[in-house]
């Protein structure tokens, strides 16, 4: 198998997996309209935890739900501030994020990464009963779990509690006169989102075989740049469904864009440099788009009320002459 090839099956392979975190960063920032900077410690959290786990000899599986239920506890840690404390939620996260450090590195027991090499793992159950390489398991294991993902999200949302959460983003001061109790619902997306995060670590640390304390750092940056960038490629897609869709293929491009930049050559320390363009660049290709269109259709305004307006003097201009010969 070439190079490339290799390179491309594990980006997306990686990619898939990250497309869980992505679906957690949308839930905050997309329906809620909050940047939550947990994301960063969440999703090393996950990782910490299923590792530490399944090296204590707890089922692989089993192993990764509790990365899940950590990343939920963190988002709960997170929405408590905001909500019971009034903290500033981009701050709220600032300070979950720093204290989980701390955590993480208590829970690996004071060391800086975890190595999973010989112990079983879901992906490695699949490659010891198919004969598929690593990537190649992670790969189908992170379809069924990002379709099982999506498929919770879409019929959740769709609930009564769901539609209040998404109705909390979209006006909070209606649904808050409907009867709805906002700080709930913030609470409930905080913690939702954290907990895919941390199953999103959890799931990345058994691909790669470790965790690290710094597998999460710029987190929440890929994922905004993967929901930024599905969003351009699938713009006109309505259906929520396919909107979290289009947030799992963003990730996987923006994974792909990653990895072909590596193969290139590029120096593997100017990563977050290029990382930090790419969202630049995301971000600001929606809006460039729509202010061209503002200023091609207010040019076509201009130059019709131009025409009409000129056709209005010429009339009128000429109603006068009329009237002058008239007079005389």
């Known amino acids: 198998m070439s190079g490339l090839l290799l390179v491309t099956q594990g980006a997306v392979s990686q990619g898939v997996l990250w497309g869980i975190m ?34 204590s000899g707890i089922n692989p599986i089993l192993a990764t739900v509790m990365g899940l239920f950590a990343g939920l506890m963190a988002g709960a840690v997170t929405g408590i501030l905001h909500t019971v404390f009034e ?11 720093i204290g989980l450090w701390s955590v993480n590195l208590r829970i690996m027991g004071g060391k800086p990464n975890n190595p999973l090499l010989q112990a079983d793992s879901t992906i490695s159950f699949v490659v010891d009963r198919t004969g598929l390489s690593q990537s190649q398991a992670a790969l189908i294991v992170g379809v069924v ?70 597998m999460g750092r ?5 994922g905004l740049a993967a929901i930024v960038i599905g969003e351009v490629l699938m713009n006109r897609v309505k259906n929520f469904g396919l909107k979290l869709f289009s947030a799992v293929v963003g990730a996987m491009i923006y994974l792909l864009i990653r990895a072909y930049a590596i193969q ?29 269109r503002e200023k091609a259709a207010y040019t076509e305004e201009d130059l019709y009320a131009a025409e009409h307006e000129g056709s209005g003097v010429k009339a009128l201009a000429e109603a006068s002459e009329d009237a002058d010969k008239e007079g005389r």
Not at 87 to 97: D, Y
Not at 175 to 199: C, E, P
Not at 218 to 222: E, F, N, P, Y
Request: net charge neutral.
């Open 22 to 55: 992505v679906l957690g960063v949308y839930i905050t920032y997309k329906l809620l309209d909050i940047p939550d900077l947990t994301a960063d410690g969440s999703f090393t959290l996950g990782g910490c935890v299923c590792t530490v786990a399944i090296l």
């Open 87 to 97: 903290i500033p939620a981009i701050l709220s996260g600032i300070l979950t994020q």
């Open 145 to 214: 779990l990002v379709i099982i993902v999506i498929a919770v999200l879409y019929w959740f949302f769709g609930t009564e509690i769901g539609a209040a959460l998404r109705a909390t983003g979209d006006n909070a001061d209606m649904i808050r006169a409907l009867g709805v109790n906002i700080n709930h619902t913030k609470l409930i997306a905080l913690s939702l989102s954290n907990g895919l995060i941390g199953l999103s670590g959890a799931m990345v640390a058994q691909m790669l075989k470790h965790a690290d304390i710094n």
């Open 218 to 222: 710029g987190a929440i940056v890929i």
């Open 264 to 292: 290139l050559g590029l120096n593997v320390n100017d990563m977050q440099l290029i990382s930090a363009l790419l969202v630049a660049v995301a971000l600001a290709i929606p809006v460039a788009m729509r202010k061209w």
